[in-house]
């Protein structure tokens, strides 16, 4: 197993342009991880290219979903590759990338559909999530990919055939194979983070399935960890608001003349953010009113001059952050949860129920059985992508022989 030391991993979605990193958590972080998207190696890349082009010359008529999965997992890569060219200036310096080997193969589906059938909370806390669908879609043309060297003479059309046969055994894989990447990415012994809140609930719900629940649960209710959580919400809340995401290259090259001229002034705001919330800890944190008074005066003794240097903005400005600040009551609810050490992965979020083929089904499930060939627009879409395969083979190859490997 690759090991990632010092720096923080983001799961469970990949790089792209609606999930750019904030440049507080660069600042603040010593480094970010992304994982690639799955599949991202050279040999199924070409494996689901010549797919495509043995059903499209063939003329194979397949499941409506197949089609649509397609395109969805080459444009994945595309995003993926044109944001880390957004973030170049910080590559190798505060972000990196890890390529992830785990156990996707039939015995896994099965394994995973067993405990998705048998818990429909799982689903239920999936039908939260603000899902892009095309992780799903990688996953399960990833899955198509592994079981096609499980054995020899494999009949990969026919399979493809077997697991979408109809619109809820579909589904049933469908879901189950991402739960599969998430059991693994909750089971890993590295630090984590999430950028999409929504997420949350579901990932607290599946650690039951994890070996590492107890000790996720304990780093919850420790003292460490508190102060850990106020010091980086505070951080976060107090820059977040100046600097912004870093989504295009003159923010990351800004960001990374920050980490080289500023390193300073970031860590002495990091230390202010730990010393309140020590102070924090200490009071009665059922007061919310004692909480928004103390952090006022904390903020003023110790935080106005560091964020007015890192920041270069006036005291003036600094002080009117300081009262809208105080005035967002989720964040003085995260202090106050905080400090109460009744933080759970499980209970942050809200709650919600769906039906398999009702809600999460209908946002995407072209519920029509009969096998067809690719409609005009993805057709048009897929020779488009065609065009563009050669040059990402390169790119491909180039980036996965010089990753961080989780195994």
């Given at each position: 197993m690759g090991i990632i030391t010092n720096a923080i991993t983001y799961i469970p979605e990949h790089l792209n342009k609606n999930n750019m990193p904030w440049i507080s958590d660069i600042l603040y972080h010593p480094k970010l991880v992304y994982t690639y998207p799955t599949g991202f190696t050279p040999e199924e890349y070409k494996f689901v290219i010549e797919l495509f082009d043995q059903l499209t010359k063939r003329k194979i008529k397949m499941p409506p979903n197949f089609w649509r999965m397609l395109p969805n997992y080459f444009n994945l890569t595309k995003e993926f590759i044109d944001a880390s060219k957004t973030l170049s200036p910080l590559l190798n310096k505060k972000i990196s990338f890890a390529l992830l080997i785990y156990d996707r193969d039939i015995n896994k589906l099965e394994k995973t559909k067993e405990i998705f059938i048998n818990?429909?909370?799982?689903?239920?806390?999936?039908?939260?999530?603000?899902?892009?669908?095309r992780l799903l879609d990688r996953e399960f043309l990833s899955h198509i990919w592994h079981a096609s060297f499980e054995f020899e003479n494999f009949d990969k059309i026919n399979y493809i055939k077997k697991i979408t046969a109809n619109s809820e055994e579909f589904l049933i894989n469908f879901y189950s194979l991402f739960i599969n990447k998430l059991l693994y990415l909750i089971s890993l012994p590295i630090d984590k983070a999430i950028q999409n809140n929504s997420w949350w609930p579901l990932l607290g719900y599946l650690e039951k399935y994890t070996i590492e629940n107890r000790q996720i649960q304990n780093?919850?209710?420790?003292?460490?960890?508190?102060?850990?959580?106020?010091?980086?919400?505070?951080?976060?809340?107090?820059?977040?608001?100046?600097?912004?995401i870093c989504n295009n290259i003159a923010k990351a090259i800004y960001t990374n003349e920050l980490i080289e001229n500023k390193i300073e002034e970031i860590d002495e705001l990091k230390n202010v953010c730990e010393s309140i919330s020590f102070e924090l800890m200490k009071i009665n944190y059922n007061n919310s009113g004692l909480i928004q008074a103390l952090l006022m005066h904390e903020l003023k003794k110790k935080v106005l001059n560091p964020l007015s240097d890192l920041t270069k903005q006036t005291k003036q400005k600094i002080e009117k952050l300081f009262k809208s600040f105080l005035l967002d009551s989720s964040i003085i609810g995260t202090l106050v949860t905080a400090l109460n050490n009744t933080?759970?992965?499980?209970?942050?979020?809200?709650t919600a129920s769906a039906g398999l083929l009702s809600s999460l089904g209908n946002t995407f499930l072209n519920t029509n059985d009969n096998y067809t060939l690719p409609s005009k627009f993805i057709s048009k879409q897929l020779k488009k992508i065609k065009l563009e395969q050669k040059d990402y083979i390169g790119i491909i190859e180039n980036i996965s022989s010089n990753s961080i490997i989780i195994k």
């Open positions: 818990d429909d909370k799982i689903y239920k806390y999936l039908s939260q999530v603000k899902l892009d669908f780093n919850f209710e420790s003292n460490k960890f508190t102060v850990e959580h106020i010091k980086y919400r505070l951080f976060f809340e107090l820059t977040s608001p100046i600097f912004g933080i759970t992965l499980e209970t942050i979020g809200i």
